[in-house]
Each structure stands twice: as structure tokens, then as C-alpha cells.
């Protein structure tokens, strides 16, 4: 499960560490009660952690796509946080760092689609500004639209002959992507859980 760990590149564990170290120098700065610089403490630190959950792999596809431990979760209550706006600005950021580290090219607009678009709707989670839970379901809404566009319109030839290639898309994508919303989704009901995110927001916004 975390053999994926020790498959990241060394230029990725670079700017993660990088990121990470922005963040503890936010921190530690003077001026750390401003909005933006908590702000970009709070997203350097969700990025980096939602990258490196992502390569704790419960199972993957063949074709593209894995279950991993709540990898999306960090992204999610970043959006929670500070809003749509930001959570997509995240999101986006994330989806190249993705694209970087496993570049699959079939066309440049596949790439837009599969990467900064997919995983920047993530930040639709918040438009939901009181339920995390609901914020989830929104942001994983977002990233399913895209790679069903994307396999529709890229991928339509794997499709099982005479079986349409909108279902076949749809069925695929959730086959990876509803365990790991699903998985977030009873993280965010856990009462201690859900207080300390609530307490976050409070401070942070």
C-alpha cells in the first residue's frame, strides 16, 4: 500500500519539502496573523499532504485512477476554509503537481482536462460554506464530470464493444473516485473530527 511513496521523483520531493518549508517559515514570520499569508501556510501544507496521501494506494486501475488513504481530504477542508475561489486555485496546483510526478499525454487538451480542470473542481467544495460532508460530495462532483468528459471524448475505445461510451466512462470513473469521496465523507462526520475543522475555519477566516 505504500510502495507509491518511494515511487515520487526527487524534483517532486524537492518542492514538497520546499512547500512545507514556506509554510513553517509563514508560520514562524512576524506577520503570520495576516489572511494571506495563513492562507498560503494552510494550502502549501494541504497540497503537500494531499500529494503524498495520494501515493498510499488501496488499489488502482489499469486504465488510470486509484482508491487511496482520504488523499483528497487536506484539499477538501482547505476549499471548506477559505472558499471555492482559492479550493480551485489548490486544486489546480495539485493537478499538475499530479501531471508532473505521472504524466499520461493522449492530446494537450486531454491533459487540461485530466489535470488542473479535474482536480481544480475540487474546489467546488466551497461553495458549501456550512457542510463539510456536502462540500465533498460538490468537489468530487466537480473532478467526476471532468474524467468522464475525458474518457468520453479520449478513452471512448476502451469501452467493452456495444456498451455506450458515456456509461462505460461514468461506471469507470466511479469505480475509484465514489470509495475515495465516500471515505472522506465518513472522516468529516466524526464529531472530533468535525469540531476541529469547524474551530480551523473560525480561526482562519
Known amino acids: 500500500m505504500f510502495e507509491g511513496l518511494f515511487k515520487i521523483k526527487p524534483l517532486l520531493w524537492a518542492l514538497l519539502g520546499a512547500m512545507v518549508l514556506l509554510a513553517v517559515f509563514l508560520i514562524k514570520s512576524p506577520e503570520n496573523k495576516k489572511f494571506n499569508t495563513k492562507k498560503i501556510t494552510m494550502a502549501s501544507l494541504c497540497i503537500a499532504l494531499s500529494f503524498v496521501l495520494s501515493y498510499i494506494k488501496i488499489f488502482k486501475l489499469p ?46 487538451s486531454q491533459v487540461m482536462i485530466d489535470y488542473p480542470l479535474a482536480f481544480g473542481a475540487l474546489g467546488l467544495a466551497g461553495l458549501s460554506k456550512k457542510s463539510l460532508p456536502l462540500g465533498i460530495l460538490l468537489g468530487g462532483t466537480g473532478r467526476l464530470f471532468f474524467h468522464v468528459i475525458s474518457g468520453v471524448v ?32 465518513v472522516i468529516a462526520f466524526i464529531t472530533q473530527f468535525k469540531n476541529a475543522i469547524n474551530r480551523l475555519k473560525t480561526q482562519n477566516v
Do not use: K
Open 63 to 108: 486504465q488510470g485512477g486509484s482508491i487511496t488513504l482520504g488523499s483528497l481530504m487536506p484539499l477538501f477542508i482547505f476549499a471548506y476554509i477559505y472558499g471555492a475561489r482559492d479550493g480551485i486555485m489548490a486544486g489546480a496546483v495539485y493537478g499538475i503537481m499530479q501531471f508532473i510526478q505521472e504524466p499520461y499525454i493522449v492530446h494537450w
Open 154 to 185: 479520449f478513452f471512448g475505445s476502451y469501452a467493452p464493444e456495444g456498451q455506450n461510451v458515456l456509461i462505460y466512462s461514468l461506471v469507470y470513473n466511479l469505480t475509484y473516485l465514489l470509495p475515495d469521496l465516500l471515505l472522506c465523507v
